[in-house]
């Protein structure tokens, strides 16, 4: 087993794991931003079996750079993680990305490392986290931000109210980022079904961390809003839109 850091040099080679295919727009749009953001300090990290075959990956930033509506400065912040074969699952490999994780930020002089988790779609459980010593320090809607520190004071890291920003966003809105490379798709999808159903749908790229810890959402770089109401807060096919569109037009 070996982990790789993926980087400039080698990201057409390991690729960026939730998205292999190298001439797919999504791939394109993901490797740009991650090139943004490595000075940053964010890292992709692969774990690899013996047979040099990727089963793992976890993507991690410095807090105050998080694309996640988050106040947790000195903290690296866990983005996401995925097994990607059941198979592969409860072998402890995801443990072994997490250690990973707190040993970078241990060598930056770090105050520990936190994420967000959920029951819901997209996004980590936090039964693999609670097994790595990871408790929860505040909670909003389906989202919890759990969190590991290395010495036990200071002020916890805590969410910011996404809420707060809904009633911004009338009319239909779909809000994005290119920090997950399977947005580019469900964009270009729902906006040609907008169009086709006559619908004016608003949208907004998110370019930078301080504009996705303002997002309308608790995932920070995917919303869907409409007049002000958040109808999803992660990626979604065409299909699922397609049903949104004809429940809420239904209810005029």
Known sequence: MKI????????????????????????????DWFQKRLKEGLRIKILKNEKDKSIAFIEYTPAEFAWRPINADGYMFIHCMFTYSKGDRDKGYGN????????????????????????????????????????????????????KPFKKNGVPPELIDWTMEQKKYQGWN???SDQCPWHEKSVFALYET?????IDLKIKKLTTPKQAKK??????TFALLRDGRLLEDHYISQTRFKNILQKELSSN
């Open 4 to 31: 790789v850091d993926v980087n400039l040099e080698n990201i057409l080679t390991e690729t960026l794991f939730c998205v292999k295919d190298i001439k797919s727009p999504g791939f394109k749009s993901k490797s």
């Open 215 to 220: 997002s309308p959402s608790g995932f920070g």
């Open 174 to 176: 779909l809000v994005y």
């Open 194 to 198: 907008a169009l086709d159903s006559g």
């Open 96 to 147: 072994m990305l997490i250690t990973a994780c707190e040993e970078d930020a241990k060598s930056r002089k770090m105050k520990g490392v936190c994420v967000m988790t959920s029951n819901g779609t997209w996004i980590t459980d936090k039964r693999l986290f609670e097994k790595n010593g990871y408790e929860i320090t505040d909670q909003k809607g389906r989202f919890e931000l759990m969190v």
